[in-house]
C-alpha cells in the first residue's frame, strides 16, 4: 500500500527558505508517477501548490511561481519541494499527495 510521509517543515522568517521532503513507500514506478504538494492555511480550502507529472512537466500555482521548485530524488523515492522568499501567506500545513492518497501533512509558518 502506498504511504507518503512529509518532512521538513517549521518555523521561518519571511524571505527565508525550506525545504519540504515527501518519503514515499509502495509506488511500484516513482519515476513515473504523478505527484503534488498542496497546502491548507486555517479558515481556507486546500490548494495545490506544485505538481510534477510522469513524464516530468512541472506545473506551478501563480502564487509560488519562481519561489518554489518542486523535484524527485527517484533514487530515495522522495518528492521535494524547495520554498524560497518564504512570504507569511505561506503559512499552511503542507500536504504531498499521489492520485487518492495523502500524507500526514507538516506545518509551514512563516513569520513577518
Known amino acids: 500500500q502506498v504511504q507518503l510521509v512529509e518532512s521538513g517543515g517549521g518555523l521561518v522568517q519571511a524571505g527565508g527558505s525550506l525545504r519540504l521532503s515527501c518519503a514515499a513507500s509502495?509506488?511500484?514506478?516513482?519515476?513515473?508517477?504523478?505527484m503534488a504538494w498542496y497546502r491548507q492555511a486555517p479558515g481556507k480550502q486546500r490548494e495545490l501548490v506544485a505538481s510534477?507529472?510522469?513524464?516530468?512537466?512541472?506545473n506551478y500555482a501563480d502564487s509560488v511561481k519562481g519561489r518554489f521548485t518542486i523535484s524527485r530524488d527517484n533514487a530515495k523515492t522522495t518528492l521535494l519541494l524547495q520554498m524560497n522568499s518564504l512570504k507569511p501567506e505561506d503559512t499552511a500545513v503542507y500536504y504531498c499527495?499521489?492520485?487518492?492518497?495523502w500524507g500526514q501533512g507538516t506545518q509551514v509558518t512563516v513569520s513577518s
Open positions: 509502495g509506488i511500484r514506478f516513482f519515476g513515473n508517477t504523478p
Open positions: 510534477i507529472s510522469n513524464s516530468g512537466s512541472t
Open positions: 499527495n499521489s492520485w487518492s492518497v
